[in-house]
């Protein structure tokens, strides 16, 4: 089945305590994004990737951390995560290359920082 | 930077009207415009899109309309029903589509009471 995974769906986790976040796709799909959502400020994009080896910043990226080092994967990082960082996140991926085409989420992964 | 804005942040219809939610972007190069739907506690999921070289795209109940002119762009619904009750995301890619930004609005509650 064609699908995006994350992992963890739920987190809660303390202030300054690293984590990852997975995202996997087996749609061998070379665009792939993560995005916050928050309450009323809708979804945000944090970073994104068009290949293997290249990122770019969304329009939050501060506090994470990406990597793309196979092309099914595409981890978020939270090197200190901090309570403003409590959050939906979700990991997308794409046929196109520059993710304008349809969009495949994941479940998202409800994080709380304490 | 991008921005997008989505108006209303809710909307309230019997069964059966119409419902419109417009959206208006800042970047002119923008030539990507999805529509996203994401019922409650769900994953986001696209449901029409278009691109800036028509003015208009119908699928069954659900149109997109583009004044790139005006910059804004609209989703129509019609003949509602209750299970269009979501929230509507609209979005932009930015910088002409070579960039794989991709901005959303801040998400329209669409209530459809029987």
């Known amino acids: 089945e064609a699908q995006v995974t994350q992992n963890p769906r739920y987190l809660i986790t303390v202030t300054g305590k690293k984590l990852t976040v997975t995202c996997s796709q087996n749609?061998?799909?070379?665009?792939m994004s993560w995005y916050r959502q928050d309450p009323g400020l809708g979804l945000r994009q944090i970073y994104y990737?068009?290949?293997?080896?290249?990122?770019d910043k969304g329009d939050v990226p501060e506090g994470y951390k990406v990597s793309r080092k196979e092309k099914r994967n595409f981890p978020l990082i939270l090197e200190s995560p901090s309570p403003n960082q409590t959050s939906l996140y979700f990991c997308a991926s794409s046929f196109t290359l520059a993710g304008t085409g349809e969009q495949f989420f994941g479940p998202g992964t409800r994080l709380t920082v304490l | 930077g991008e921005n997008v804005e989505q108006h209303p942040s809710t909307l309230s219809v019997q069964e059966g009207d119409s419902a419109v939610i417009k959206c208006t972007y800042s970047?002119?190069?923008?030539?990507?415009f999805p529509w996203y739907k994401q019922e409650l506690g769900k994953r986001p999921q696209l449901i029409i899109d278009i691109r800036s070289n028509v003015g208009e795209k119908k699928d069954q109940r659900i149109a997109v309309t583009l004044n790139k002119t005006a910059k804004h762009f609209s989703l129509h619904i019609t003949e509602t029903q209750p299970e269009d009750s979501a929230v509507y995301f609209c979005?932009?890619?930015?910088?002409?589509?070579?960039?794989?930004?991709?901005?959303f609005g801040q998400g329209t509650t669409l209530q459809v009471k029987p």
């Open positions: 990737s068009m290949n293997v080896e290249v990122t």
């Open positions: 749609m061998n799909h070379e665009y």
């Open positions: 970047d002119s190069a923008s030539n990507y």
């Open positions: 979005a932009a890619n930015s910088g002409s589509g070579n960039t794989g930004k991709l901005i």
